[in-house]
């Protein structure tokens, strides 16, 4: 009776073939890979070279070599350097291991229980080595062919996706994973953003000088990674700045606040900012609550603050009622009739409704401040000391400052 490995090594030539045609129609980017005839022997040779080694070492029970684990790099490495993407890279492991299995379950036999535990004691350690040295390769290739800014594109896209990938492309451009991140979604005005030049050499410069993550997301929006401290376990959603109480801002707030201010400053013009901590591995979440975050988040011509799920709770949920939208911009509209009303109650809240405080961060009279809050009351009927004037103010106000964003679906 024939064994489970002779079966699958007769199967060899076919099951390779067909994976080729298979990966043709999966992986949108295969035909990089497959431009001339010679390209096409090398990749069939690879594929089938894979499976008659995969079969002889789980029969023997021996691990992947060294010199194993160089041809994968190589592949690997050779694949990147033709123009093949990290994405499709991924996509050619899943499928290689996706028909592998399948191989496997259409060549067993009632009696083939040993032989068939032996083949998966091996191929999930092996495989992930194998897949670790391919990608690694991959890695290497993308650094020869691609831009420094590109390599870290692709690292904080991973990250931000919860790729496993990340710990490759960090390697790759000289980066140390961390356990946790605070993500910092960095909102600009739609008009002027900096062209595609200007922000490749606005990351460049951030890359090079703070050595974190980052990437434009789109030509209005960049977003930053910067590292948590070890041990560090404050609230995500608690405010990060200089606005919390003196000691209690951790370092990695005041880093990431530092790298806005820089954004800020390549782009000369305001933005508005969200953040949320996250761990690796679970980051896909802390970018889409810190991306919601800074949707609502006022505008600053000079970050003075990160905001967080806790400084605008209230404008997240206003930003899906049109009433409450409608009613709200009303109000902002007749504060933007006053002297300066809107600025004034930003400050003015900023400082606790400390008026002594607000008076020097406006650098006016506290008899100034009082006339314009008292305008601000005649305007909108609302006491801007009230508890009421607090929670309707303080969000018109930053509504106003956010530009308007849209509903939050």
């Keep these: ?58 029969e023997r029970e021996q691990p992947l070599g060294p010199d194993d684990l160089a041809l994968m790099a190589s592949v ?4 990147a ?13 899943v499928s290689h291991t996706s028909l592998m299995l399948r191989e496997i379950q259409e060549a067993t036999e009632p009696g083939d229980g040993d032989d068939l535990m032996r083949l998966m004691r091996w191929f999930g350690p092996q495989g992930t080595r194998g897949g670790d040295a391919y990608t690694s390769g991959h890695v290497e290739g993308q650094g020869r062919r691609a831009s420094l800014v590109s390599r870290v594109r692709a690292l904080t896209e991973a990250l931000l996706a919860d790729d496993p990938a990340a710990s490759h492309l960090a390697h790759g451009v000289g980066m140390r994973l ?35 993550p980052i990437m434009w997301r789109d030509p209005g929006e960049v977003v930053a990674l910067t590292p948590a401290d070890p041990g560090w376990s404050a609230d995500p959603d608690q405010p990060v700045g200089p606005d919390r109480s ?54 600053q011509d000079g970050p003075r603050r990160l905001h967080t799920l806790a400084d605008v709770f209230l404008e997240l949920g206003v930003a899906r009622l049109p009433e409450a939208r409608s009613w709200l ?25 400390n008026r002594a405080r607000a008076a020097v961060a406006l650098n006016v009279h506290p008899r100034t401040l009082d006339y314009r809050l008292q305008r601000a009351r005649e305007l909108t009927g609302i006491h801007p000391g009230s508890t009421h004037g607090v929670r309707v103010l303080s969000v018109a106000v930053n509504r106003a400052l956010s530009g308007g964003p849209p509903a939050v679906g």
């Design 246 to 299: 003196a000691g209690t801002a951790p370092a990695v707030g005041d880093r990431a606040l530092s790298l806005v201010c820089d954004v800020a400053e390549a782009v000369g013009g305001p933005c508005a900012v969200g953040v949320c901590a996250g761990s690796v591995g679970a980051l896909a979440e802390a970018f889409a609550r810190a991306r919601g975050v800074s949707r609502v988040a006022p505008m």
């Design 81 to 93: 350097e033709k123009g093949l993407s990290l994405r499709s890279h991924q996509q050619l492991v």
């Design 178 to 212: 961390h356990p946790g991140y605070l993500v910092a979604v960095v909102r600009l005005p739609a008009h002027p953003c900096p062209p595609a030049a200007r922000r490749e050499k606005i990351t460049e410069a951030l890359v090079r000088r703070r050595g974190v």
């Design 1 to 58: 009776m024939e064994s489970l490995f002779t079966r699958l090594t007769k199967r060899v030539d076919t099951n390779a073939r067909h994976a080729m045609d298979v990966y043709r129609q999966e992986v949108r980017e295969y035909g990089v890979l497959e431009r001339d005839a010679r390209s096409r022997a090398a990749a069939l040779e690879y594929t089938v070279w894979l499976r008659r080694r995969t079969i002889e070492l789980a």
């Design 76 to 79: 690997g490495r050779q694949r």
């Design 329 to 353: 911009r009303d109000i902002g509209r007749k504060l933007a009739d006053g002297p300066d009303l809107i600025a004034t109650l930003e400050t003015y809240y900023r400082s606790d409704m």
